[in-house]
């Protein structure tokens, strides 16, 4: 039986029982602060590659796990990853990445302000958590060669910090050797 909404809305008239609801207090805005974690920013041939900078000693990651030189039609892997995470690992963790993929013109390619998570630290590492997923790029032949950038901001939800990270690399047109025997350079991040 349908129920007569002018009916319904004189008998709320009337009723003399109803209080206005007071206001829920808003909740006071979150303020992020400079952390003292890294973000990083990799850019490898495989999922090997990941795991053997993460196991890595500290004094050796700033030259590795970063490709410069990339060419069409292969799978490049780009994890985000935060260093120096000086909390516990047993305490409960909510990372997010907010990603910037900018073409050598400029444009932005692909932009997601949650495109990856923690999941769980590596036991093995503690202090060094690998983002998931892990973002992948495959250029096409007819893709503008040039600089690409790949920006995040890694934010922790949990302790209000943030840092961020910007890397550079080129899509060459050549072959995959090319490609493989450049060498890396240190990142260019920022802690925030």
């Known amino acids: 039986m349908p129920h007569n909404l002018t009916k319904l809305r004189k008998m709320d008239a009337g009723c003399s029982a109803r209080q206005p609801r007071p206001r829920r207090p808003s909740k006071p805005s979150v303020v992020l602060e400079d952390s003292l974690v890294k973000a990083n920013v990799l850019i490898t ?40 995470y000086p ?35 590596d036991p093995r590492s503690p202090s060094v958590i690998v983002l998931n997923p892990v973002m ?25 910090a943030y840092a961020k990270a910007d890397e550079q690399f080129q899509l060459i047109q050549g072959t995959r050797e090319e490609a493989v025997n450049t060498p890396a350079t240190a990142s260019r991040t920022e802690p925030r």
């Open 45 to 84: 041939d495989s999922h090997d590659a990941i795991e053997k900078w993460v196991l890595m000693p500290e004094a050796d990651r700033a030259g590795a796990g970063r490709i410069r030189r990339v060419t069409p039609g292969k799978k490049y892997y780009l994890p985000f990853v935060v260093t120096d």
């Open 136 to 160: 992948d790029v495959t250029f096409d032949p007819d893709d503008l060669p040039g600089t690409y950038t790949i920006r995040v901001t890694v934010t922790d939800h949990v302790h209000s």
């Open 87 to 121: 909390w516990q690992a047993s305490e409960r963790m909510t990372l997010t990445a907010h990603v910037r993929f900018i073409s050598p013109a400029g444009k932005i390619l692909f932009e997601s302000p949650t495109f990856s998570r923690t999941i769980a630290p």
